[in-house]
């Protein structure tokens, strides 16, 4: 447990930044564990394998629209898989604007090794929540919140819900 953390003092004025932080050691813990594996890849990339395996010649809108990516981050992100030699990025013969993704007999040959990291990950994430499904359902509830009306909406409306009871006072 960590003591004098100001993040936590500040209780819901350091959610995002805490959110933040738990995100940047899971990926620098990620990237140490996927090298000491000697894995040539990112750590958001797994997401990219697994919806590719499970939908062969997906095309790029489709797995952006999937992983709720934009569509330059997401070609930035393919485009770095597919220099690195795990993905076949091609035009769709009837809609040349469609570029089309499928996985690489590279990444099909170590895929594999990389399921079997992923599912000790799980394992262990699973493990950091004891079991419990609560963070997960938390998550869940904010992304759908925030999918009604933006972080940015909500602020906006209190703000003028205080300016109306400074008026009215």
Not at 58 to 76: E, F, H
Request: hydrophobic share 35%; aromatic share 6%; charged share 30%.
């Amino acid at each position: 447990m960590m003591t004098n953390d100001y993040l936590r003092e500040l209780r819901y004025l350091g959610v995002t930044a805490r959110l933040k932080r738990l995100s940047d050691a899971l990926s620098t813990s990620i990237k140490e564990l996927y090298r000491s594996q000697g894995f040539d890849i990112e750590p958001s990339w797994h997401l990219v394998f697994l919806y590719v395996k499970r939908h062969p010649e997906t095309a790029v809108t489709q797995l952006a629209d999937a992983l709720k990516l934009s569509q330059p981050a997401m070609t930035k992100m393919l485009d770095r898989m597919a220099k690195r030699g795990y993905l076949r990025i091609r035009q769709d013969g009837a809609d040349g604007r469609r570029r089309c993704i499928s996985l690489s007999s590279l990444a099909l040959a170590r895929l594999p090794e990389f399921e079997r990291v992923w599912g000790a990950g799980e394992n262990s994430i699973r493990e950091l929540l004891a079991e419990s499904d609560a963070l997960l359902q938390g998550l869940e509830q904010i992304e759908d919140k925030l999918q009604h009306q933006s972080f940015a909406q909500r602020v906006t409306d209190r703000l003028g819900d205080c300016n109306r009871e400074r008026q009215d006072a």
